[in-house]
């Protein structure tokens, strides 16, 4: 295994793990009080449960990163992207298909879930970036030329 593939298995396995455990924390957080209303368990798997399953989604892009992307800039956007893209899918197919159903169409999630999903894409943005340091730094110190 090169050393270069080093920060993207442990930037893809620290992805996975916070991924679970915000499944399992929205999970969690929409079955503790059973009284109040059911939008509170909306928005519990709305903040937590749909990022955390598009957060798993994303990890394998950090161990791909060298086969797939050419610059940084272009694995910085298309982290950001994806993360907004699949996200607001995710979360448009779970509410508007699985959960209320078609008769029940709730459009007005639709834009609680963008804004939810931008902070993630902009969370991820800067873990991509911090991640592409370290990564850049361990191929310096191995003797790479990137």
Do not use: W
């Amino acid at each position: 295994m090169k050393k270069a593939m080093i920060p993207g298995i442990v930037y893809a396995a620290l992805t996975v793990a916070l991924g679970v455990l915000l499944i399992v924390l929205g999970v969690k957080e929409s079955a503790v009080d059973t009284s109040v209303p059911e939008n509170e368990a909306v928005f519990d798997h709305m903040m937590l449960t749909v990022p955390g399953i598009v957060l798993i989604l994303c990890a394998p892009l950090f161990v791909l990163r060298e086969k797939l992307f050419q610059s940084s800039a272009r694995f910085l956007f298309a982290m950001a992207g994806l993360v907004l893209l699949a996200g607001i899918i995710l979360e448009i197919v779970y509410f508007q298909f699985i959960y209320f159903g078609l008769r029940r169409p709730q459009y007005k999630l639709i834009f609680g879930a963008f804004l939810i999903m931008l902070v993630y894409a902009v969370a991820i943005f800067v873990v991509s970036a911090v991640f592409e340091l370290t990564r850049k730094a361990v191929l310096r110190a191995a003797g790479g030329t990137k």
